[in-house]
């Protein structure tokens, strides 16, 4: 990825995010999805992600999040976290926003471009209502180091009300929270690049750590070492979470030939959100 310029910046903006951040759940439809089935060059960007997916990747994953060295340029953080908001529509974020929400887990936050989009929801939202804000904490965890770093080093709170933390952990091992520490956790592309074997104590994890909701971002796409879970919504019902919302949505805007991205970062992948929220709330004065 080369760095990205102004222009190219200008560019992601006529997709119209700053007006309607759900674009991409209002665009999908079903048709689009089959005209990208049908379409070669789509077919053939997919293709070759699938050919760039590299071995250590494939061989153990977890190994190779651990090991991963990858700081990233402050240009190019910004262009991918407006970017990758295309498909991180925020579906039930409003609740996150609420009078008495105060902690806030982004689980996988990897360079954590994303964690600083959903502290800067949480302070729209109370700008708009003419709200100072009260005391919240949103934590992005990560099993890479490097990415912490990455996340340490470019996000910033957008609210003096609110505190970004980021730490190194692993979901699959657990995390030192005591259970029903967090408001809300989400899961942005996490689950999709762990096995079974890893992704249901992560879901164990992340119901544990869970009082009130749970955002999952997650590819649906077959691909080598991915692992997509259409089921996810009733794994989470498994676990006393009940699905309000669920829409599938592309990764940039749809057109038939070529991309709306300058940089072409990424194929046209299908992905799914899921909203879901606790069936049976553990009270505030019994969590902490
Ligand atoms: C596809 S990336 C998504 C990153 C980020 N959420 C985003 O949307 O840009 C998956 C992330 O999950 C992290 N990850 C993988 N296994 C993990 C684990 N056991 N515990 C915590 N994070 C993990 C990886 O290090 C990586 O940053």
Not at 147 to 162: G, L, Q, T, V, W
Not at 245 to 274: A, Y
Request: aromatic share 10%.
């Amino acid at each position: 990825m080369r760095v990205p310029t102004p222009d190219d910046f200008r560019e992601l903006e006529t997709w119209g995010l700053i007006e309607r951040p759900m674009a991409a759940v209002e665009a999908f439809s079903p048709e689009h999805e089959q005209r990208r089935e049908d379409n070669e060059r789509h077919r053939r960007k997919r293709r070759e992600q699938e050919e760039s997916v590299s071995e250590a990747f494939l061989d153990d994953t977890q190994a190779y999040y651990r090991s991963m060295e990858r700081p990233i340029d402050r240009t190019k953080w910004d262009y991918l976290k407006r970017r990758k908001a295309w498909f991180h529509p925020p579906v039930g974020w409003e609740r996150f926003a609420a009078p008495g929400v105060s902690r806030i887990l982004d689980l996988g936050c990897g360079d954590g471009d994303q964690t600083e989009r959903i502290a800067e929801f949480v302070a729209g939202r109370w700008r708009a209502a003419g709200y100072d804000g009260f005391p919240m904490e949103v934590v992005g965890v990560d099993l890479s180091e490097s990415r912490i770093e990455n996340a340490r080093r470019h996000a910033r709170s957008p609210h003096e009300a609110i505190t970004l933390r980021f730490e190194s952990g692993d979901a699959v091992a657990g995390l030192d929270y005591p259970d029903d520490y967090f408001d809300y956790t989400l899961a942005l592309g996490l689950l999709e690049v762990l096995d079974d074997d890893l992704a249901e104590p992560v879901l164990d994890e992340v119901a544990r750590l869970t009082a009130g909701g749970v955002y999952v971002r997650d590819l649906l796409d077959s691909m080598p070492g991915f692992h997509p879970r259409p089921d996810v919504d009733e794994r989470l019902a498994e676990r006393g979470f009940e699905t309000r919302e669920r829409h599938r949505v592309l990764e940039e805007p749809f057109v038939e030939e070529g991309t709306r991205d300058p940089l072409d970062v990424w194929p046209m992948n299908l992905h799914q959100v899921v909203f879901a929220t606790a069936t049976d709330p553990v009270p505030a004065d019994e969590r902490y």
